[in-house]
């Protein structure tokens, strides 16, 4: 039990700390998980260990040279097993708590996220050409150089190249096709993460929220009430996609631009 109980402790701290510097949410459920299952299981050792005997008889007392000589003992191991329960049991509420905090105090992005000239990247660093990508395929994508910067994050879609309905001065944004829009839901910034080529739909598994493809990634349904950032691209000498200048908005929910 005692293991079990430093399991749920380490893990509490550690989801804790994952969350507070906004590490990947898979591996805050991760971690998130591994603190419940071992505090379950220390709960359930706990039960066992407190469940009464079939037989409650106990012999008579018949003297005082019969009495339990190891109390303060007990006592003692009883007195830190309560205390280790009562830190698990805090770390657990803390866990609670700061993802609520973190998300809330989150700071707004300071400077340009992508620069003119950027290769567009996959998550292993590899660059990308304007047919890497079959029509219909989907890859999330970094600045050369900030491969895994989550505000960074980029959805690389691959379309008919006459389907698309750009505005005039987004006419060329799109070479052979390829779009580009942040991967961040304009609603609550979570990772927009699903796409439906036969619907040109982007989907938030969060909140429902739904993007228009076609339509500058503009919110057709669900929460959100503001377009994705689009990644205006072109290509460099070389052959490989690059991007023309930032995102031709803020990145993120609003929330995100407040001064905290």
């Not at 509420?93 to 996959?122: D, E, K, Q, S």
């Not at 390829?178 to 699903?194: E, F, L, R």
Request: charged share 20%.
């Amino acid at each position: 039990m005692r293991r079990a109980l430093w399991l749920a402790l380490v893990g509490a701290l550690a989801a804790t700390v994952a969350a507070s510097s906004h590490a990947s949410p898979a591996l805050v459920a991760w971690l998130a998980a591994s603190t419940a299952f071992a505090f379950a299981v220390a709960a359930g050792l706990e039960a066992r260990r407190l469940k009464a005997p079939g037989d409650l008889r106990e012999p008579r007392q018949t003297s005082q040279a019969t009495a339990p000589a190891e109390l303060p003992s007990d006592v003692t191991r009883r007195t830190v097993f309560g205390r280790l329960w009562m830190f698990a049991l805090g770390a657990v509420a803390v866990l609670g708590i700061v993802p609520v905090v973190a998300l809330g105090r989150r700071g707004g992005r300071r400077g340009p996220i992508w620069n003119a000239g950027l290769r567009l990247v996959t998550a292993d660093g590899v660059p990308l050409r304007p047919t890497d990508l079959s029509v219909g395929a989907i890859e999330t994508v970094f600045p050369q150089g900030r491969v895994g910067a989550p505000e960074a994050a980029t959805l690389l879609l691959r379309l008919e190249d006459d389907v698309v309905r750009a505005a005039p001065e987004r006419a060329d944004w799109t070479p052979h096709g390829n779009v580009a829009y942040s991967k961040i839901c304009t609603h609550a910034g979570c990772p927009v993460a699903i796409y439906r080529h036969q619907d040109y739909q982007l989907y938030c598994p969060c909140h429902q929220s739904v993007f228009d493809v076609l339509d500058a990634a503009r919110p057709i349904s669900g929460p959100a009430t503001r377009a994705l950032p689009q990644l205006a691209l072109d290509v460099d000498g070389e052959g490989y996609l690059i991007a023309r200048s930032d995102f031709d908005a803020p990145v993120g929910p609003d929330e995100w631009r407040r001064t905290v």
